[in-house]
């Protein structure tokens, strides 16, 4: 039976010195992978955590995030990612939304689970892996005990149908769980291998197991870096899962931020194959390391690296020629897709980079125009919004039909999902992004939804509206900006005091990054916001502060 727990297992019996995880000093072994999950799992059955539960995993990437992950799959638990950057009240959303019963956490971030546990009655198991002094969460136990006290669980049958779930913000409002039958959502990422290489689907854990080994006698074993967060989907997903699948090693940074200096120095260390980045907010530091490293005249040795991968952001065509300069043997993958789907992909070479946000549609990818319900005809230049169908089509939206309804929705008998993604279709047949059909922001990969901001700011004592939107940024691909205005008679405070307060109720990545006083926040007469004209407010106002 093909999933994550079945395949990985059949791994630890094969390659059980193989290398599965790295991270600075640390290399932990196949065998030792399954151990540590085993021994976690059976933490979990003994504190009645089993099928259909939920655990959470609040840390930075770590040995630890894997094996919580890898353990919960065993169990048939559902793992839970929980963005490392939420504060108390956004903690306490998407703990209690996900319904979690443990939590396995860095201590560092310890202080934040301590203010709100509790209010969670469903919390019954905290883990804390230090990273820091311990925080000393009341009832915590530490990671080192709960290895150290359970034996290995017994291996048990598992079922296709288990659920995986993604928390994301994106286009869903608040943070949602994005639902997959483990089965299929295991099988779609194994295509990344047997598509690529013309290879029939793969059936059972001797095909899978078979494919490994021939991967590691021919090319060696896989090596792929997230250099972005596991709690995001392109981090777990592409950075983790998919070398796992074979086998591979998974190397992890160090740094709580991104530092390409870093980056390259690991790579060179551990010959890693794949990079999985998140656009130009990823790729612009990348250049910059690659070119300062190289005036010193000892150039990084990058030529393990054969593939980037990078997803989530757009990733800039002058950006990749750049990055060809110093990698002209590497190849570039640019993945279209969601935590709802993945609907198209383009290949980028020194001798062929492509246009920026044009993307070769997958043969189950369509752009539909929601006003006719029709597909968009090729060359006619029409928009309409991207789906995909297939088996990778998620269920849906954890506890939240309605917005299942709106996202997955069927045409002409067949279900597709829609994350919102806006396009038109190339007479070619390439897909060329147009933008998200709602107002989501993207900043740096990371999605921030207005509306949420926007309620943080008017919690202000003189705050009476605001609208937030995002405006091009070279780094971070979009930086969060807003217009305010004051309750009659209030003092006008500076931007700048009530994004220090702002900072205060919200994740800093959300926070915006610039806020202009307006006499009024533009709205329609049904009360609907006027993003448009707000940001014409911002740009007259950044012209009159720069003249």
Known sequence: MLTYANIFEAHADEFPDAVAIAYGDVEVTWSQYDEHAARLAAAFELNGIGEHSKVGMFMYNCPEYLITQYAAFKNRVTPVNVNYRYLDDELLYLLDNADCEALVFHSSLGDRIQRIAHRLPKLRLLIEVLDSSSAGVIGAIPWESVLDDHDPAERIVRGVDDLYMLYTGGTTGMPKGVMYPMGSFTEGFLGFYTNSAGLPAITSIEGVTALAKMIHTGSGQ??????????????????????????????????????????????????????????????????????????????????????????????????????????????????????????????????????????????????????????????????????????????????????????????????????????????????????????????????VFPEEVEEAVKTHDVVADCLVFGIPDERFGQRVVGVASVNPGERIPTGEEVIAYTKTKLSSYKVPKQLVFVTTVPRAPNGKADYGTARTLFEEAQGSSQS
């Open 222 to 447: 896989p090596v792929g870096m997230p250099c972005c967060p596991l709690m995001h989907g392109t981090g777990v997903w592409l950075g983790a899962l998919v070398p796992h699948l074979m086998a591979g090693k998974v190397v992890l940074l160090e740094g709580q931020s991104f530092d390409a200096a870093e980056m390259f120095r690991v790579v060179e260390r551990h010959g890693v194959g794949t990079l999985i980045i998140v656009g130009d907010a990823f790729a612009r530091p990348m250049v910059q390391a690659l070119k300062q490293q190289s005036d010193t005249g000892t150039p990084f040795d990058t030529s393990a690296v054969k593939m980037i991968m990078s997803t989530g952001a757009m990733f800039s065509s002058d950006i990749k020629a750049e990055i060809f300069e110093y990698m002209p043997t590497t190849v570039v993958m640019d993945i279209l897709g969601s935590s709802e789907g993945g609907m198209g992909q383009t290949m980028a070479t020194k001798a062929n980079i492509n246009t920026t946000a044009k993307f070769g549609a997958m043969p189950n990818t369509k752009v539909i125009n929601f006003e006719t319900g029709k597909e968009v005809v090729a060359g006619s230049g029409e928009q309409g919004m991207v789906g995909v169908s297939g088996s990778g089509v998620p269920i849906g939206y954890y506890k939240d039909p309605e917005k299942s309804d709106r996202t997955f929705r069927s045409f002409d008998g067949v279900r597709y999902s829609f994350p919102g993604d806006m396009a038109v279709v190339e007479a070619d047949g390439t897909i060329t992004l147009l933008g998200r059909g709602s107002n989501c922001i993207n900043t740096a990969g990371e999605k």
